[in-house]
């Protein structure tokens, strides 16, 4: 099976700071990584497919990068609407390679 | 738009059975994989099932393997789990998605609200 990495599990910041969060791959898994970004007893939100594509609606602030086995999660500039929790997930073909990462939390400092 | 509602959800005892369903609308349903997701209290997310546009294919976590079963009926835009021998590690928010690109695997674009399972004596 393909293991996801994230890093940080918690990241304290300030509105208006850049953060960037990690997410390691087992093996190579191309560019088929997704962000999603989850707050408190709501469904997650997609942010960013395929790696680097931006969902429709999702604020430019959110950026993805990375190919192969890694990958980071970028905010340019924190808003206080951002303060979520935040999954990458790797996906491909079925079984077993459908994984999100453990999430990371992004707190206010 | 696009929506998913999930229902179904429940108290159960261990080693009952208990059958989830998600009904999807504003989209071609036929042409799209689905998926089930879960979250126990407090936790991360964790892929449960995943099924083809076409029915051709089914995958489960190892967690869920041999219990559970996922479906779908193209022609009522549903698609259902059905979890047999329940844990209490199968306690958990079950959420219905939708893969984001027709006719295979990508991201999950629409979420259902969740149906929470709780099994417990």
């Known amino acids: 099976d393909i293991q996801m990495t994230q890093s940080p599990s918690t990241l304290s910041a300030s509105v208006g700071d850049r953060v960037t969060v990690t997410c390691r791959a087992s093996?190579?898994?191309?560019?088929?990584l997704a962000w999603y970004q989850q707050k408190p007893g709501k469904a997650p939100n997609l942010l960013i497919y395929?790696?680097?594509s931006l969902e429709s609606g999702v604020p430019s602030r959110f950026s993805g990068s990375g190919s192969g086995t890694e990958f980071t999660l970028t905010i340019s500039s924190l808003q206080p609407d951002d303060f979520a929790t935040y999954y990458c997930q790797q996906y491909n073909s079925y079984s077993p390679l459908d994984t999100f990462g453990q999430g990371t939390k992004l707190e206010i400092k | 738009q696009a929506q998913l509602v999930d229902s179904g959800g429940g108290v159960v005892q261990p080693g009952r059975s208990l059958r989830l369903s998600c009904a999807a609308s504003?989209?071609?349903?036929?042409?799209?994989?689905m998926h089930w997701v879960r979250q126990a209290p407090g936790k991360g997310l964790e892929w449960v099932a995943g099924i083809s546009y076409d029915r051709n294919e089914k995958n489960y976590a190892d967690s869920v393997k041999g219990r559970f079963t996922i479906s779908r009926d193209n022609s009522k835009n549903m698609v259902y789990l059905q979890m047999n021998s329940l844990r209490t590690e199968d306690t958990a928010l079950y959420y219905c998605?939708?893969?984001?690109?027709?006719?295979?695997?990508?991201?999950?674009?629409?979420w259902g609200q969740g149906t929470m399972v709780t099994v417990s004596s």
């Open positions: 093996q190579d898994i191309r560019n088929w």
């Open positions: 395929d790696a680097s």
């Open positions: 504003g989209f071609t349903f036929a042409s799209f994989d």
């Open positions: 998605a939708k893969v984001f690109a027709p006719a295979g695997p990508g991201a999950f674009d629409i």
